[in-house]
């Protein structure tokens, strides 16, 4: 009897680790509507992250990781599903599922939010030429862009 019980406990604690698992590494349904609520970038590295915000006020961080050594392309993407509930930093396989899922999602906010010509503008412009309100979805557009080119073979 106290197999059974330790046996069951055991897999009830793997059951619980992989719902765990399985919500800090999926995309997070978001209401709109989403916000950049803010942006940064890493003159040095060429690191991008940027942070939007729901409706209700909840926060999804993403961004790509940038490297003095490579090119944009080869920047591996990171994100934070809740950073307020648990701070932890997902680093999808580049050019896997969870990375395309995002960038189905940053196509969504783009056709959503960036008119045509604002898209075509952005496509042209240096982040050094940028008014303050145009850099924030400056950096979204930088990371969808690099996400797209991945993902266009």
Known sequence: MTKS??????LL?????????????ALPELDQ???????????????ISVTFQDRDGDQFHFGVRGSA????QAFPLFYIRNPK????VYWPSVGGPDERALLRVLDGWIQRNVSPEAQARLAQA??????PSEADVAAVYQIYEILQARHRR
């Open 13 to 25: 604690l793997l059951l619980a680790g992989i719902v765990f698992q399985y919500y800090i590494t």
């Open 5 to 10: 019980i330790a046996l069951a406990t055991l």
């Open 69 to 72: 050594d490579s090119k944009p």
């Open 33 to 47: 509507p989403i916000s950049v609520q803010s942006a940064t970038r890493s003159t040095e590295t060429g690191t």
């Open 85 to 88: 509930l648990v701070p932890y």
């Open 126 to 131: 240096s982040p050094e030429t940028l008014i």
